[in-house]
């Protein structure tokens, strides 16, 4: 895309708020650059919300917040490769392109960010970002390689994008712990706000895996809601010793037919460090499998 070709953009969309935007699809960073330059020149925020796609309720939330707070909104669709531990995973990870598309031109984003894989990862390419120590636990210690494959994908369209803030969903807690504090040390003067998860009418939180449960494997996932139910339950009540706490929310798993308890932790909300007692801020985070589907939660123990 040319410079001459986003001004030309930028100007149409300026004309007519109320026509429903075509968003722009963009397939290379070099491209995405030069129009987040323009835009930039042109004095306007870009807000930013990182996908893979296959977008529900819960991403359109994050969306529907972003534009409310900047005048371009990018939303990246990118199923990025080096982030999954398992083939199969990254197989069967939903692609849902058309349905994609209609929804960000239904809620006013401006720009797709859709990069191939080769345009992001070309022949040579040889750098990772990490970040130690928030890492280490939670999912980190289930899937190798994982927040690495996050961190430098996000590095790569936070560097095309040029957003001045990001939108980051709650229920990937320590991914938007681990993206906050890559923003800060690398000093990329970039916002990275994270939002509530948005759940199903009786709990579920929202997420693109939960296309793949059958009937009963999706009736038996609302343990995960009530293992955080019976933790707040109980942290509400004022029990502080967390092995307690842990024990209580984990039967509720346990006794799930089809589960496994992958991890069920208490830490802290900021560094993440596992908790003996609830003194300060705490997060409760599990990890489900159903089947072959692995199913994430967390809410906050205060
Ligand atoms: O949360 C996700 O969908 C992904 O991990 C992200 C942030 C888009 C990076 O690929």
Known sequence: MTAS???AWIAESDRDESVPKQPQVI???EDMHALSAQVRAGGKRIALVPTMGALHAGHLSLVDHARGKAEFLVVSIFVNPLQFDRDADLDAY??????????????????????????MYPDGFATKVSV????????????PGHFDGVTTVVAKLFGAV???LAVFGQKDYQQLKIVQRMAADLNM??????????READGLAMSSRNVHLSPAQREQALCLRRALDKAQELARAGERDVEKIKTAAARLV?????????YLEVVDAENLAP??????PARMALAVWLGATRLIDNDDLN
Not at 94 to 117: K, N
Not at 132 to 143: D, M
Not at 275 to 280: C, D, F, M, P, R
């Open 5 to 7: 070709t986003a001004t």
């Open 27 to 29: 397939r290379t960073p």
């Open 94 to 119: 939903p692609r849902t392109w058309e349905a994609d598309y209609a929804l960000c031109a239904e809620h006013g984003v401006d720009a797709i960010y859709a990069p191939t894989a080769p345009a």
């Open 132 to 143: 130690s120590g928030l890492g280490a636990g939670l999912c980190g210690a289930h899937r």
């Open 162 to 164: 040029m957003p001045h």
């Open 189 to 198: 003067d970039i916002e990275v706000e994270g939002r509530p998860t948005l």
């Open 254 to 262: 346990e006794g799930v037919p089809e589960a496994r308890l992958e």
């Open 275 to 280: 908790l003996a007692k609830l003194e300060g």
